[in-house]
């Protein structure tokens, strides 16, 4: 059944998790759609053909709805969409949170390519390299324009913005080829921006890893074109700590759990934060990449508003290195209280 | 009653010359110089003006849109690079949407029915009016003066930071748009001070025809959410020629604040494109079928009902844009409210065909297109609004299939039916009714071979606006284009038999279709100040057909 639906209406193979649940709704609502258009055309064409006129003058007799009839003229319809809210709110819900054990990627739209980097390593230009049956969420920017990740036998799609990072999840379920598409018009070469999702088998994919482990620092498949001046270091967590070294981090920012003119970088990631106007967030991805690029919109209770803006300082890997660097301030001792012997690198994997 | 005593006389109208009140010649005919033509203050000259432009542009974007399309015809480049082809979609939108279809039916039909169909002279201010119409054209220049200088190439939703950092020429074409929205906002000023202030006695409020209602949903759409369109479309040009940084995130500015600024508008328009075009059908159904509206009431209020929710949607647009997941939930259920609303009437026109008589003319073939594609269009624009399927579907073919349906079919179903229905009573001709039925169908086939694929499309998760695409999509592509070319001819007859019927079209009488909406109370085409003699008495509801046939109104000299 699922099969030959899936084929009247030419979607594509459901290769996610989140494909089969966008896809029952699909049915329910295209269904509901194609018996509503023909109930109201069959109920139009009989009266056409009972109600035709016999005379220019004739006369017709004043005919005005119940209440009985207007109510179920709203209801009817209100029924049947607030049906298709719950389901697509239910799933919207779930593709919008990812699991708390998903892998992280990282993917920067430019015109006119995907690059996809690997906190632990590797960076790829147009392919993604995941694991099967494993929860990958995507952290996604943009370096010029908006730009729009789509991988249709998914079922997923993100805008890539620029200045700041959107994420969406997903769980690939078979080995293969799937094709990522960018659907928001970014110029000229918009429909060439075409990248692949390469879903490996557990043992592949364990086998890739090393493989790219190995060849990290002669062979990369493309480094970043901001940071190939700069010799690379092999993780994004490297690389960030060195850039935040440069651009002057440290100034202002602690790792070793001090606060200074501004909070400690040691322990931020995942911390429940209080605000200066009494709201409190959790600090996540968008939150420290909006604390680069706009200083003053959420400012932490208790310091001053005195960091400048990194906006256009700082390039999209760049921007996603930092984060990442002070993803990896996590350590054991914080919450024992023991002096910090500096940044603990934590695998994310 | 005279029609003079009951109505105060507007401040910039022309009294007409004496001698014109005994032979109350047409207002086709008062005066034929070039310049009483052009500079007319009569509603109905400006109207027929509005005309005339609507469907050169209408010409112009369909022009566009069959390149796009023979370009799609296979998967790499067909006809034009893809510069060119980004600069063709680009006026295709800006083109249809701006020039066409927001204008057409209140330009055009609004203008021309609207005090006729309140017994008044003329709109409350004719000057304004008039201008409406320069404005518009001034705008059109501006831009159709950028589309030959370089051409503009961001989609008609000129998305920051794209539109900000492209090199193609943004600022005529933007700055055309925003000059033709104070036309779209003098427009609607007009109309609801006709509304509120002309009325013939006897038309209550609930006695007004349901197109004046439309008309009036539409007005205060146009009125309240041009301005914002507006102001946007200057902060563009601002920033793509002095680099302002309200958008662009290199420098501070936040790009996803334009989509929010752009569709505070651009949803509530799509409500100033079908609104008319559901008043338009409220007109047709009755006379056709020969029977009071079902519910007018319930239509009626739809209108303002779809007015207001339609301020309360945009969000639907950004359910991928990053914003939270509970605004996504906000905005899925008001969506649907405007579903709600449509289905009110759509239920409320069926039900004003039964028990009526139903007479199959050229404008009732349309009504049944428009019917179709309202309802498969606006449901499948619930379905877009449930955020979970809006997520593979967003800007794939699937929006471009949907909103043409909804938006370009209903509309164009409307603007036929109108052009057809309304045809006697601007022009006093009558059309071939079988050269009129032939194209409604090979309009109607060709539509729906041209965007069902595209649907299909959208499924299969093909973006839209691109150049070349993987080879997989080609058949429902060529699909389409053949549809495209369908719908291109039905055009062509249509433009052919009425052109002809302009020419050589056979006297027609006053009242063809025996219809009692009040437009029809005067002589077709009518005099210049609308009514002759005494104004007819307004006592029953538009569309009352339950007492046999009074005298007909007598034929024009």
């Known amino acids: 059944m699922n099969e030959l639906l899936n084929n009247i209406l030419f979607l594509p193979e459901q290769a996610s998790t989140f494909a089969e649940r966008v896809d029952n709704l699909h049915y329910f609502v295209v269904g509901v759609t194609m018996l509503m258009s023909f109930a109201v055309g069959t109920a139009a064409v009989f009266f056409f053909f009972r109600y035709r006129r016999r005379s220019p003058t004739q006369t017709t007799e004043y005919v005005v709805p119940s209440v009985k009839t207007e109510f179920l003229f709203v209801s009817l319809p209100l029924l049947f969409f607030l049906t298709w809210f719950v389901i697509g709110f239910r799933d919207f819900v779930f593709v919008s949170t990812p699991p708390k054990d998903a892998m992280d990627v990282y993917v920067m739209g430019k015109q006119w390519m995907w690059k996809f980097s690997y906190p632990e390593g590797p960076n790829g230009v147009n392919v993604l390299h995941v694991p099967a049956n494993r929860p990958v969420r995507l952290l996604i920017t943009s370096r010029d324009v908006i730009h729009s990740f789509f991988v249709p036998s998914f079922r997923i799609k993100m805008d890539a913005v620029p200045g700041r990072y959107t994420q969406t999840w997903f769980e690939a379920t078979k080995p293969g080829t799937y094709q990522i598409l960018c659907t928001e018009y970014c110029g000229l070469s918009h429909s060439k921006m075409l990248g692949e999702v390469v879903v490996l088998a557990p043992e592949e994919w364990d086998a890739w890893v090393k493989e790219q482990r190995k060849g990290s620092l002669q062979n990369r498949q493309d480094a970043l074109a901001d940071l190939s001046l700069v010799p690379q270091p092999a993780r994004m967590a490297e690389q960030g700590q060195k850039v935040a070294a440069e651009v002057g981090c440290f100034k202002c920012h602690t790792v070793n759990g001090e606060p200074h003119i501004g909070p400690t970088f040691l322990g931020l990631y995942g911390k429940q934060e209080t605000l200066q106007d009494g709201m409190s967030l959790r600090v996540d991805e968008a939150y420290i990449t909006q604390s680069m690029m706009d200083p003053g919109a959420h400012l932490t209770s208790g310091f001053p508003n005195v960091m400048p803006t990194f906006q256009g300082k700082l390039t999209g890997p760049q921007t996603a290195a930092i984060v990442e660097y002070i993803k990896t301030l996590r350590t054991p001792d914080i919450r024992t209280g023991a002096s910090s012997q500096g940044p603990v690198y934590e695998p994310i994997q | ?557």
């Open chain 2, 1 to 557: 009653m005279s029609p003079s005593s009951s109505i105060a006389a507007e401040p910039g109208a022309v009294p007409a010359p004496d001698e014109h009140h005994e032979h109350h010649p047409s207002y086709l005919v008062d005066g034929t110089t070039v310049k009483s033509w052009l500079l007319t203050l009569d509603h109905k000259r400006i109207g027929v003006m509005y005309l005339i432009w609507v469907l050169l542009f209408f010409l112009i974007g369909g022009i566009y849109a069959l390149i796009v399309r023979l370009e799609l015809l296979t998967p790499g480049p067909t006809i034009i690079d893809a510069m060119t082809y980004n600069r063709a979609f680009t006026m295709h939108g800006v083109v249809m949407i701006f020039l066409f279809m927001i204008p057409a039916i209140p330009g055009a039909f609004g203008n021309f029915m609207l005090p006729l169909m309140l017994g008044a002279k003329d709109v409350a201010f004719p000057k304004l009016n008039l201008m409406s119409l320069y404005l518009l054209l001034s705008g059109a220049v501006i831009a159709i003066w950028g589309m030959i200088n370089g051409g503009m190439d961001t989609g008609w939703t000129f998305y920051t930071p794209y539109s900000t950092h492209t090199t193609t020429t943004v600022a005529p074409i933007l700055f055309g748009a925003f000059i033709i929205g104070f036309s779209s906002i003098a427009t609607g000023l007009n109309f609801i001070v006709t509304t509120h202030t002309m009325r013939a006695p006897g038309i209550t409020w609930f006695k007004m025809p349901l197109f004046v209602w439309a008309m009036y949903a539409t007005a205060c759409i146009q009125v309240l959410a041009t301005p914002v369109l507006g102001l946007v479309l200057l902060l563009v040009v601002g920033e793509n020629i002095f680099h302002f940084g309200i958008f662009d995130p290199a420098r501070g500015g936040d790009p996803v604040l334009f989509q929010h600024l752009f569709w505070f508008y651009s949803h509530p328009a799509v409500y100033i494109m079908v609104l008319p075009a559901f008043g338009v059908m409220s007109e047709v159904v009755a006379t056709y079928s020969r029977k009071n509206i079902f519910g007018y009431r319930a239509v009626a209020f739809s209108s303002l009902g779809i007015a207001f929710v339609g301020f309360f949607a945009w969000g639907h647009h950004m359910f991928v844009s990053g914003q939270s997941t509970f605004n996504a939930g906000v905005f899925a259920v008001l969506t649907m409210l405007v579903g709600v609303f449509t289905a009110i009437k759509v239920f409320n026109w069926v039900g004003t065909v039964y028990k009526g008589a139903v007479d199959f003319k050229t404008p009732f073939a349309y009504f049944c297109g428009f019917l179709y594609f309202t309802v498969f269009g606006g449901m499948t624009g619930v379905a877009f609004a449930t955020a979970s399927l809006d997520v593979p579907w967003h800007d794939t073919y699937f929006v471009v299939a949907h909103f043409h349906f909804i938006m370009v079919g209903a509309t164009i179903m409307a603007f036929m039916a109108a052009l057809h229905y309304w045809f006697p009573k601007m022009f006093g001709k009558t059309y071939h009714e079988g050269w009129g039925l032939v194209s409604a169908a090979l309009i109607i086939l060709g539509f729906n071979a041209t965007f069902i694929p595209q649907f299909l499309l959208g499924n299969a998760g093909m973006p839209r606006r691109y150049y070349e695409y993987p080879e997989r999509f080609q058949t429902l592509n060529v699909a389409s284009t053949a549809g495209a070319s369908l719908l291109a001819f039905g055009f062509i007859i249509a433009a052919v038999y009425l052109t002809y019927a302009l020419v050589y079209g056979e006297r027609a009488s006053a009242n063809p279709w025996h219809s009692r909406g009040y437009e029809w109370l005067t002589e077709s085409p009518p005099p210049t100040h609308n009514f002759v003699g005494p104004q007819p008495t307004y006592t029953e509801e538009p569309h009352f057909y339950v007492e046999p046939e009074k005298a007909e109104v007598p034929d024009a000299v």
